[in-house]
């Protein structure tokens, strides 16, 4: 008999799931609260570049026929009698669970965020957001424009970075750079947190003329004196704000409620993906508290590792992260990087930035899972390597990586 396998969310990790898994072994079901898939990435262009790119299509159209598609939102899973329940009313019961529910923006967590990214938009909820913000960028004439993250949890960590680059390159195109002023804010100690791909960019930026605020926890915003505050005392006055805002688990409850961290991000074994205590539940995607990047090629690495592992083969994810940054003006560069191996220091190239460019174009083929092979072997010729000091040999002669 067909395994019952349930799916909870519709991303890029849920929709290649769904697709991998066979159909006379299992039966497939995706649970998720919209029908609307989008393609996340395509937002940080329609916010600074005005990009047509076709952002969102219909979930029921790239999954499989065998494919059970249920539009619902889950609004309970009980982990210990193997049943969710739906705003619906509905419920389903399980053999095995995967939770991709993905992350979603809190801005109310910032005094006075709600109201500014409602007035500015923003380039990580939505697509009218993203929108809105492109509208206010285009209108603006000179000042000060201030961009950071307003907590350490970022979707996509080169965002912010690749935000301030591309304003500085459509400001400098528009003749109107040498009006404004850019401000880029971190809550961490240095732009982009990883230091090896920090020593690239942190320079580019100087070099750009952006002023940089480190370690700015954002506390508050005062919308009648367009003012930042930040708990350590600084104080930043804008123009032209763009926040991103907090990200947090999604709005579901759970028995026990142990599973979820403060920021409601499911407690995730960071090999085998199944949540802690439960042999029969796996979470993937941005929604886990792995140490690693949230990010689509997580995502779908965490896929393939999942599908696997229902299907009775040995698999462990290995924390890779494999982002591609857009530096502006044609250069980009790859976050790449894994649990055992520092991020890789790749130097900006126009090839970086073809391919990152060409990626937006081949995400809806790669979700139908046609260019698997392709990425398999992508994968395998990028993989980083772990310092030859941090492996150690065990008793029985193997190597173990920390």
Known sequence: MARKVLIIGGGTGATM???????????????????????????????FENSRFNVVRDERSLLSRHVRLVHDR?????LRKQEVTTANAAHYRYDDLVIGTGVRTDPGQIPGLTEINAQYGDYHSTLAWAHKLWANLEKFQGGTIVLGQASPICKCPPSPVEGILLIDELLTKRGIRDKTKLIFFS????????????????????????????????????????????????EVQYDLPIIIPPFIGADISYE?????????????????????????????????????????????????????????????????????????????????????APVVKLQPSRLNHLMKMMFGRIYWLSLRGLLEPMFDVYFKLTEPKPPKATQRPTAGGETLRP
């Open 74 to 78: 889950v609004t309970h899973i009980d």
């Open 187 to 234: 809550p961490y100690p240095r732009p982009y947190p990883a230091k090896p791909m920090n020593e690239i960019v942190e320079p580019i930026m100087r070099e750009r003329g952006v002023e940089i605020m480190t370690f700015f926890d954002l506390d508050r915003i005062d919308p009648e004196t367009k003012t930042l505050y930040s708990i350590e005392g600084d």
């Open 256 to 340: 026990p409620g142990d599973v979820l961290d403060q920021s409601r991000l499911l407690k995730t074994d960071k090999q085998t993906l199944r949540v802690m205590g439960f042999d029969n539940v796996y979470a993937i995607g941005d929604g886990t508290n792995l140490p690693t990047s949230k990010s689509g090629v997580g995502a779908h690495l965490e896929a393939k590792v999942v599908a696997s592992m229902l299907a009775g083969k040995p698999a462990a994810f290995g924390g890779r992260t494999h982002c591609p940054v857009d530096l502006a003006y044609g250069k980009g560069t790859f976050v790449i990087g894994s649990y055992d």
């Open 17 to 47: 799931l769904a697709k991998t898994l066979n159909k006379r072994t299992f039966e497939v079901t995706v649970l998720t609260a919209s029908l609307e898939h989008m393609f996340q990435p395509a937002l940080l262009y329609v916010a």
